[in-house]
């Protein structure tokens, strides 16, 4: 669990502002303290100084209440040896040329 930051505002639309020091991955799942979904990071707004940390809350069924602190929901990230690239595979179709003699 990283610490993310404290909720500023609580939209009526239910995103959640929260002020940071750093910026974070958007798309990235937000907890809070009791380790309940509250929603993942849709944008990142405000000066680069003091940036604003967007939480969209749908689907969730917990709610953030203002000064409240939120953290990221740590994942196993994968080795670079387990992580796939479409371009590590050859193709199925792949042949090799004979090789003149």
Do not use: W
Request: charged share 25%; hydrophobic share 30%.
């Amino acid at each position: 669990m990283k610490k993310l930051g404290k909720v500023s505002v609580v939209a009526k639309n239910g995103n959640v502002l929260v002020r940071v020091t750093q910026t974070f991955r958007v798309g990235t799942k937000v907890i809070n303290q009791q380790l309940a979904h509250i929603g993942k990071i849709v944008d990142i707004i405000g000066p680069v100084t003091s940036p604003y940390i967007v939480i969209n809350t749908r689907g969730s069924t917990t709610k953030a209440k203002k000064n409240e602190i939120l953290y990221l929901l740590d994942k196993q990230q994968k080795s670079s040896s387990q992580r796939s690239s479409k371009y590590s595979k050859k193709p199925s179709s792949y042949k090799k040329r004979p090789v003149r003699k």
